[in-house]
C-alpha cells in the first residue's frame, strides 16, 4: 500500500465538503478530497434557497460561511448574487416560484424587475421541459399576483440530432464543444426571441461557458438570457460543481476521484488513517485532521450511526462520547444539529469542519 500524509482529508465532494476542503486549503494547509462522485450539488438546481434559513436556530457565523462560498464561487469563475436579506422568486420547470437568496446571474436574472414581457423558449425532443405548461402556470400565478408580467410559449427545432427524448445535457455538452452549434443555435432562436424583453431556456447553456459567453449571446439577441433549472442531472447544479472543484485543482488540493472510503483506523481516540479502493492497489491517506463530509455514506464508513456532533463538529457515539479527537462532521446528521439540512446548513457545517480541522493541525498528530 501507497502512504500518504496530508494536514486535511476531507471525505464527499457535495457541498458541505467542497466547502471545507476550500476553508482548510486557504488556511495554507495540505488538503486531499476523496470522492466517489460529485455529491448531491450536481442534483441541485445551483442555487441556494431562502427557505433554508431557520431564523431562530440560525447561527451568528452563518453570514460569515456565504460570504466565504460566495467568494469561492466567484474566484472560480461562477459569480453568485443575491443576498440573504432580499431572495427573489425564480421561476422552475414546473411552472411554479422558489425563494431564492443566491444564483448564477443567468438564473438570478429570471426575476430581475422591469421585464414586462418573457418567452419561455422550448426545444423540441428535450424531455421534463414544457414550455406551454409553464407559460400557463406562470401567467396564472402573474395574474393572482395582479403583476403586469406575461409569459409566451414559444419552441425551436434544432437541426442536430440528439435522439428522442433529447436531454439537456447532450445539448449543454454539445454547446461547448461545437462552435457551428452554437451558432447554429443562436440563429434558430433569434426568431423565437424577437418582441420579447427576456427569454428564459431550460438549463442548456454549457458545462463550462462563461458568463461573457452568455453576455455576447444576449448582444446577438437584444435580449435577456435566462435559464430555468430542469430534473436533474441539472446543468447549473453540475456547472457549479465543476467550477468549484477545478478552483480547489488549482489552488493545490489533490483530488481522489472515484475512489470509496472502505474504512477508518480508529485508535486512542484518534484517527490515524483511511483506507480508500483505488484500481489494483489500495492508498492508505493519513491526515492530522479529517473531515467527513460523505452523506449517507457516514455510517457505513464509521461502521456506527453517530446520533449527533459536539460544538467542534466532531461526531459523537450513541453515548455522548467523542468518536475521534481529530475528527470532524460536515453535511447532515441524522438528529438534524446542523440546521434543517438545506444547502446553506451545508455550507455552514463544511465551513466549520473545515476551519476547525485547520486551527487544530498538529494538535493530534501521533
Known sequence: MQSNRYDVVVVGSGIAGLTAAAIAARQSQTVALIATGPGAIALSHGWLKAEQIDPPSAATDLSEA???????????????????????????????????????????????????????????????????????????????????????ARQIMLRRDFGIPATALQIAVCFDRDADFRAEFIDTLRSAASGFERILLPGILGLHSSEQQIVELEQELGCSVCEVPTLPPCIPGLRLFHRLESYLHSIGVELFRGYPVQSLHLRDGLCVGLDIAAPGHGITLHGQSVVLAAGRRFAQIMGEASAS??????????????????????????????????????????????????????AYAS
Open 309 to 362: 456532533c459536539d460544538e467542534q463538529m466532531r461526531p459523537l457515539s450513541s453515548t455522548g462520547a467523542v468518536m475521534a479527537q481529530n475528527l470532524y462532521f460536515a453535511g447532515s446528521l441524522p438528529d438534524n444539529r446542523t440546521g434543517n439540512n438545506g444547502d446553506m446548513m451545508k455550507i455552514l457545517s463544511g465551513y466549520r469542519a473545515g476551519t476547525f480541522a485547520a486551527t487544530t493541525r498538529g
Open 66 to 152: 456565504i460570504a466565504f462560498f460566495c467568494e469561492l464561487a466567484c474566484l472560480a469563475g461562477y459569480p453568485l448574487a443575491g443576498d440573504i436579506a432580499n431572495p427573489r422568486s425564480l421561476p422552475t420547470h414546473l411552472g411554479s416560484f422558489e425563494s431564492v437568496a443566491f444564483a448564477a446571474q443567468r438564473l438570478w436574472n429570471a426575476a430581475a424587475p422591469g421585464a414586462d414581457s418573457t418567452a419561455i423558449v422550448g426545444i423540441r425532443g428535450l424531455s421534463s421541459f414544457d414550455e406551454n405548461f409553464m407559460a400557463d402556470r406562470l401567467n396564472e400565478r402573474a395574474h393572482m399576483a395582479r403583476c403586469r408580467r406575461s409569459y409566451a
